[in-house]
């Protein structure tokens, strides 16, 4: 069904176009239910679209010559995702799941690149996403190049950390920030290339040494520098060298 005016402005990308422009798009929009681990844009698929996230969460994911999973990235609400096909005109790249029961919002993609081409504003917003994707195929290269999966692990939370607390900038995490519901140990898992049993002790490991603190589904973390040595190799926990919480 079409969308109202009031559900488009929760989306930061069109929220500055004109008013006409956004009536418009409300009757060119349409809202999509799926259930965890519902296919929501496949890399097989002929279907090309630009999908904006209402609720839920979603994951980016693609899978390794030997059928491992292997996560990308997440979308959250109020973030789009399918662009690289709208702009290039070519299959997905990759996959997008439901890692919960999530509703979508999809604007075909004939419409989306008509807004790109007359809204310049838009367009730079969308060229910048794209070179952020960019970049963090590039950090995730890096990344699973790391042997130690728990270094993994905290090079990826500070990812995380950086993109909760400063949106798409690149700005440091602060001493004590808070991830808003956060990922889960299986989707974190297929992010680093590792199990979720490896992801829950690691987790321990942090909780015991108060780096992290948990309230509810939310992560609060206390002690960024360890964090940040872990993941910069300074501190080996399999050597014990964590310091005292």
Sequence with gaps: MPISQHLLEQFPLLRPLPPPVKEALCAQMTLLSYAKRGM?????GATQALGFLVEGRLQGVDFTVDGRNVGLYFVEPGDYFGELSV?????PSEFVVAAVKSVVAVLDARVARELI???PALASTVMAKLASRVRTAMEQRKLLSLQNPFQRLCVLLLQLQRQNVAGISHAPASA???MDNAPTHQELAIMINASRETVTRAFQVLFFHKVFLREGTSLKLIRSDVLKDIAEGRIDIAKGELPPA
Excluded: G
């Design 87 to 91: 702009v290039d005109r070519e299959p």
């Design 117 to 119: 081409y007359t809204q």
């Design 40 to 44: 929501v844009l496949s890399k097989d």
């Design 176 to 178: 004590e920030a808070t």
